[in-house]
């Protein structure tokens, strides 16, 4: 069974903080995510990794850093944390391959207030 | 761009009765789809896929989907619900790339006792 875990579920930061998230995998997934999910926005996308060292940005890039020096860590950093970015944030890993392979694993969440 | 969109935000229903999520995407070329569901308190977990083949796609807890490509949709039907079905509803979909899904907003069904 595919575990993908969060370091916490909530989390309180002051504005300003830096902040780390951290995601592990154990499926040996090429692939890992981090995603926000806000209300009525669905998920939108923050940076991916294909690969140990190698990301690529997604949607919503800004006030965000990854890191991913093990294949099965992800790391997602908020430089100087906002308000703006309170939110629940998501962790997810698949496959990499063909697009057959593209069904994606959630962590729980990590819900994270900025104050 | 790709982009999926989700009609409903919020539905509520009684028990038995029957279910259709809407989602329409817009992208000309093959795709992927999904239907990811997260219970309350819950991490998202896959409803159900369609990659090829037969475009009624049936999924865990008696859930199913069709693909009519001609309309870009693939709502998600269930003919009698019950109270644990009680979740948000996100319709996802690959077109182009290996790592991206793009997501619909979701929707949130609550049912009734």
């Known amino acids: 069974d595919v575990k993908v875990t969060q370091s916490s579920r909530y989390l309180v930061k002051r504005t300003g903080e830096k902040v780390f998230l951290e995601c592990v995998q154990d499926m040996d997934h090429e692939n890992m995510f981090w995603y926000r999910q806000d209300p009525g926005l669905g998920l939108r996308l923050i940076y991916f990794?294909?690969?140990?060292?190698?990301?690529e940005k997604g949607d919503i890039p800004e006030g965000y850093s990854v890191s991913r020096e093990k294949k099965e860590r992800f790391s997602l950093i908020l430089e100087s944390a906002s308000t703006n970015q309170t939110s629940m944030y998501l962790c997810?890993?698949?496959?990499?391959?063909?697009?057959?392979?593209?069904?994606?694993?959630f962590g729980q969440g990590t819900r994270l207030t900025v104050v | 761009a790709q982009s999926v969109s989700q009609h409903n935000h919020h539905v509520i229903l009684s028990e038995a009765a029957s279910l259709e999520l809407g989602c329409n995407y817009s992208y000309g070329g093959t795709v992927n789809l999904f239907w990811y569901v997260q219970y309350p308190g819950q991490h998202l977990q896959l409803l159900l896929k369609?990659?090829?083949?037969d475009p009624l796609v049936k999924g865990i807890k008696g859930f199913e989907a069709e693909f009519i490509k001609s309309k870009f949709s693939f709502n998600l039907r269930k003919p009698s619900v019950q109270w644990s079905d009680t979740a948000e509803y996100f319709c996802a979909v690959n077109g182009d790339s290996n790592y991206q899904l793009i997501w619909g907003a979701g929707t949130k069904l609550i049912i009734k006792p």
């Open positions: 990794s294909y690969d140990v060292k190698m990301k």
């Open positions: 369609y990659f090829s083949g």
């Open positions: 997810a890993s698949s496959l990499r391959g063909d697009l057959l392979n593209t069904e994606a694993f």
